[in-house]
């Protein structure tokens, strides 16, 4: 993409083209592997929002930016930020541009295991307009349900402020469905699954949907299994991309290469500078609540490569 600058002179306007080549930030020796910032923290409701114990929330988070600060320090001392129902997500930066190299490029960290896995999509940005924020164009990275007929890109849902407390929080669909995320008394105390925040008293999420896998094993509510996906989403047990080994424990693999534009064709990228992960699916499972997509970091999974 071309950016075209207009620089005024004396005489006349001066243009001036750059592409988004010129904005590319190399590493340097003070370069880290992880992310550098939180841009943007917006989950859904869910079970660990605004939940003061596991969830790590102090009640002072009531503005955007005081979202972002919490979920930039739970990641830096290595603790879940929960992404909530379909749509939730979060976006970070580096300090410097990654590489799109041969293989993986970056890794997600999540908590994942076998039998529950609650997928979030992942998209990539390029800073095309060298303002070093995220508001440029947004690719998706395809996975293994990209194209099936059963995912659904554009997919969105609202969500709606409970009229009391420890109420569940009520949405509608794009698809005209209409369903709640249950509040989970015997294990939550916050008076709000919804976030504190936001001050609307409705907000739309919108996103790429995944076909739910999760079932219930035992068939009567007490066994739940998140089946997981074959590869191409963070917080997944996936067969192809999870890594359990140090220092990518519990990390999926990316690549930039499977990058795809709105029209689902592939996008070529030489680098990235922002991620963006979002909650891929939209059901809950029984007494473990909604499939909420967690993220513990983001990392430039060649550096660690080169460190190790």
């Not at 979060?90 to 970056?106: E, K, L, P, Q, R």
């Not at 919804?194 to 079932?215: D, H, R, V």
């Not at 998140?226 to 990518?248: H, K, R």
């Not at 990058?259 to 592939?266: K, L, Y």
């Amino acid at each position: 993409m071309a950016v075209v600058l207009v620089a005024s002179s004396c005489n006349k306007d001066e243009v001036i083209t750059t592409t988004v080549d010129d904005f590319y930030r190399a590493r340097t020796e003070s370069s880290k592997s992880d992310f550098s910032k939180v841009f943007e923290y917006t989950p859904a409701p869910g079970q660990f929002i605004n939940e003061t114990r596991t969830g790590g929330f102090d009640g002072t988070q009531t503005t955007p930016e005081a979202a972002v600060k919490y979920a930039e320090q739970r990641m830096r001392d290595n603790l879940f930020v929960s992404l909530g129902g379909f749509g939730g997500y979060i976006v970070v930066g580096f300090d410097h541009s990654i590489d799109n190299i041969a293989g993986y490029d970056f890794a997600i960290k999540g908590n994942a295991f076998k039998g529950s896995s609650e997928p979030g999509i992942v998209w990539v940005m390029q800073d095309e307009n060298g303002n070093s924020l995220p508001d440029d164009t947004w690719y998706e990275l395809k996975g293994c349900e990209t194209g099936k007929s059963t995912t659904i890109q554009n997919y969105s849902v609202t969500y709606y402020r409970p009229e009391g407390e420890q109420e569940p929080v009520k949405w509608k669909d794009s698809e005209g469905n209409e369903g709640e995320i249950d509040y989970l008394r015997a294990y939550h105390s916050q008076p709000f699954y919804y976030p504190a925040w936001i001050k609307e008293n409705s907000y739309t999420l919108q996103g790429t949907f995944l076909k739910p896998k999760n079932y219930d094993q035992s068939g009567n509510g007490s066994y739940w299994v998140q089946q997981e996906y074959d590869w191409g989403y963070a917080d997944n047990f996936s067969p192809t991309d999870f890594c359990n080994d140090a220092p990518l424990k519990a990390c999926n693999l990316l690549d930039i290469s499977n990058a795809i534009a709105h029209d689902g064709s592939v996008k070529e990228l030489k680098f990235i500078d922002f991620i963006k992960v979002q909650t891929g699916c939209n059901t809950k499972s029984g007494w473990l609540g909604e499939n909420s997509t967690e993220v513990f970091g983001f990392y430039d999974y060649s550096m660690l490569n080169q460190a190790n």
